[in-house]
């Protein structure tokens, strides 16, 4: 169900959520686009099982709503510091 891509999976969504301000929509539309593109790409890395695509679009969304966690958390750490007298 997971590889060693799985990291980079988990890395790339979790930046996105964090540094981006895409929505949930883009992220859906980007991350299973990516599991549907890899379907016809004619690379080693691209050949998986659906059991892994599954596992992919688990650690995606998991990683991205940590990534919007963090995002949020530090917005509000910052909203703080700038009313403080």
């Known amino acids: 169900m997971f590889n060693y891509y799985t990291i980079s ?3 790339i969504w979790l930046l996105f959520g964090r ?5 949930w ?4 539309l980007l991350s299973i686009g990516w599991e549907i593109l890899e379907l ?11 059991d892994n695509k599954v596992g992919d ?3 995606n969304t998991l ?3 940590v990534g919007l ?5 530090a917005a509000q750490k910052t909203k703080l510091r700038t009313t403080r007298p």
């Open 40 to 50: 016809a790409l004619p690379f080693g890395f691209a050949v998986e099982t659906l």
């Open 63 to 65: 990683a991205f709503l």
């Open 25 to 28: 929509i883009t992220f859906l």
């Open 9 to 11: 999976h988990f890395l």
């Open 57 to 59: 679009m688990v650690v």
């Open 69 to 73: 966690k963090w995002r949020q958390s």
């Open 19 to 23: 540094f981006t301000s895409i929505g």
